[in-house]
Nanobody, 126 residues
Framework: QVQLVESGGGLVQAGGSLRLSCTASGQSVGNYAMGWFRQAPGKEREFVAA????????YYADSVKGRFTISRDNAKNTVYLQMNSLRPEDTAIYYC???????????????????WGQGTQVTVTS
């Protein structure tokens, strides 16, 4: 069983940056696509970004395209989300997730992801 632990969240002013990390333990995630999702208070969980198992393909929600960058270091069993030009509407709990099956492409759908971290809070003030 794999455990995912997010870190790097915090309080930042609008226009600032944060870098989230998601470190896996118990199993390598190198053969799995990984995703970041977020959930704001009173809203449904939404897709943020995803990366293929090899790291060669990345996908972003329109709302974060050009501001966020997803990357991975399979040697460290870690996935990152660099968030720049943060806005108050980016305030949410951010979750990383591992795709259900190895060797398949990343997707936008949360039901395609089997393992989830506990989340890290990101708060952006205006």
């Amino acid at each position: 069983q794999v455990q995912l632990v997010e870190s790097g969240g915090g309080l930042v002013q609008a226009g600032g940056s944060l870098r989230l990390s998601c470190t896996a333990s118990g199993q390598s995630v190198g053969n799995y696509a990984m995703g970041w999702f977020r959930q704001a208070p009173g809203k449904e969980r939404e897709f943020v970004a995803a990366i293929s198992y090899g790291g060669g393909s990345t996908y972003y929600a329109d709302s974060v395209k050009g501001r966020f960058t997803i990357s991975r270091d399979n040697a460290k069993n870690t996935v990152y989300l660099q968030m720049n030009s943060l806005r108050p509407e980016d305030t949410a709990i951010y979750y990383c997730a591992r795709r259900r099956n190895p060797g398949v492409r990343a997707t936008y759908a949360d039901f395609d992801y089997l393992y989830w971290g506990q989340g890290t809070q990101v708060t952006v003030t205006s």
